[in-house]
């Protein structure tokens, strides 16, 4: 078993920053991939950015050059650096981790909320 336990959101004006940490704990020597999804009010859950315990990433496209997700194994610890906010950046933050067998956990999430 994996727990996750996202930080960092909170209220940010458009155009600013935010930086948001997940910690994984538990068997965490089995977790290849970990990544953070995002859930904006009446809307599906969708895919922000993912990171391989290699280093490669991947991120949606309309993240892409905004948003930079990092990793330390060291630390069991998944970054999504956030700029250039923008209003339809708000929404719920999920840190997601998948292991070896394809299992996937979720955090509980962290609201950003973006003002215009």
């Known amino acids: 078993q994996v727990q996750l336990v996202e930080s960092g959101g909170g209220l940010v004006q458009a155009g600013g920053s935010l930086r948001l940490s997940c910690a994984a704990s538990?068997?965490?020597?089995?977790?290849?991939?970990m990544g953070w999804y995002r859930q904006a009010p009446g809307k599906q859950r969708e895919l922000v950015a993912t990171?391989?315990?290699?280093?490669?990433?991947n991120y949606a496209d309309s993240m892409q050059g905004r948003f930079t997700i990092s990793r330390d194994n060291a630390k069991n610890t998944v970054y999504l650096e956030m700029n250039s906010l923008k209003p339809e950046d708000t929404a719920v933050y999920y840190c997601?981790?998948?292991?070896?067998?394809?299992?996937?956990?979720w955090g509980k999430g962290t609201l950003v909320t973006v003002s215009s």
């Open positions: 990171i391989t315990r290699a280093g490669m990433s």
């Open positions: 538990g068997s965490t020597s089995t977790i290849n991939t």
């Open positions: 997601n981790a998948e292991d070896i067998r394809r299992r996937n956990y």
